[in-house]
T-cell receptor, first 114, second 110 residues
Framework: GAVVSQHPSRVICKSGTSVKIECRSLDFQATTMFWYRQFPKQSLMLMATSNEGSKATYEQGVEKDKFLINHASLTLSTLTVTSAHPEDSSFYIC??????????FGSGTRLTVV | QKEVEQDPGPLSVPEGAIVSLNCTYSNSAFQYFMWYRQYSRKGPELLMYTYSSGNKEDGRFTAQVDKSSKYISLFIRDSQPSDSATYLCAMIRNDYKLSFGAGTTVTVRA
């Protein structure tokens, strides 16, 4: 089955620094990748949608300058949290779609900003 | 009103019991329905995918869709402690984004 690899699984960073999270589709080409944020005991909140080679589309209320998304190839998308602050601490999950109504999720990244 | 409504629970059942989960939705354009299982601090894992009204079985799991009532269900037979997780229903929107329910937290007691 389709596999999406997300790294790192856990990261702790100092306030003011930037953190990059990678999402790779291992055995299929992901024409579209989605980035979600999940707070404890809550459902997934879509942050942005990215298509290979084009700019990401951000959901309302998501700061595009803080959450930089790059989808440079059909197998890799990255989310960079810039100038991270404690309120950015959360669980971030990517999802890759290769079409045909398939959506495969990564294992998530727990970001803690201290 | 949310597009997808799901009771967050929590739901606690004894081992071997049938777990019954459900979601309602308001958008009649939804055609594709999924159930995901999410263990703590992990990404969601696809359990069931269906697009037509009726039942679909896969091992101990049965997904049920009633488009006329805009109601979907997931049943887990012979539940095991390893089934303890959060279960999320999801539907594909016209813009190909997923619309999720709130997720139901299930605990199966040994």
């Amino acid at each position: 089955g389709a596999v999406v690899s997300q790294h790192p699984s856990r990261v702790i960073c100092k306030s003011g620094t930037s953190v990059k999270i990678e999402c790779r589709s291992l055995d299929f080409q992901a024409t579209t990748m989605f980035w979600y944020r999940q707070f404890p005991k809550q459902s997934l909140m879509l942050m942005a949608t990215s298509n290979e080679g084009s700019k990401a589309t951000y959901e309302q209320g998501v700061e595009k300058d803080k959450f930089l998304i790059n989808h440079a190839s059909l197998t890799l998308s990255t989310l960079t949290v810039t100038s991270a602050h404690p309120e950015d601490s959360s669980f971030y999950i990517c999802s890759a779609s290769g079409g045909q109504d398939s959506y495969t999720f990564g294992s998530g990244t727990r970001l803690t900003v201290v | 009103q949310k597009e997808v409504e799901q009771d967050p629970g929590p739901l606690s059942v004894p081992e071997g019991a049938i777990v019954s989960l459900n979601c309602t939705y308001s958008n009649s354009a939804f055609q594709y329905f999924m159930w995901y299982r999410q263990y703590s601090r992990k990404g969601p894992e696809l359990l069931m995918y269906t697009y037509s009204s009726g039942n679909k079985e896969d091992g101990r799991f049965t997904a049920q869709v009633d488009k006329s009532s805009k109601y979907i269900s997931l049943f887990i037979r012979d539940s095991q402690p390893s089934d303890s997780a959060t279960y999320l229903c999801a539907m594909i929107r016209n813009d190909y984004k997923l619309s999720f329910g709130a997720g139901t937290t299930v605990t199966v007691r040994a």
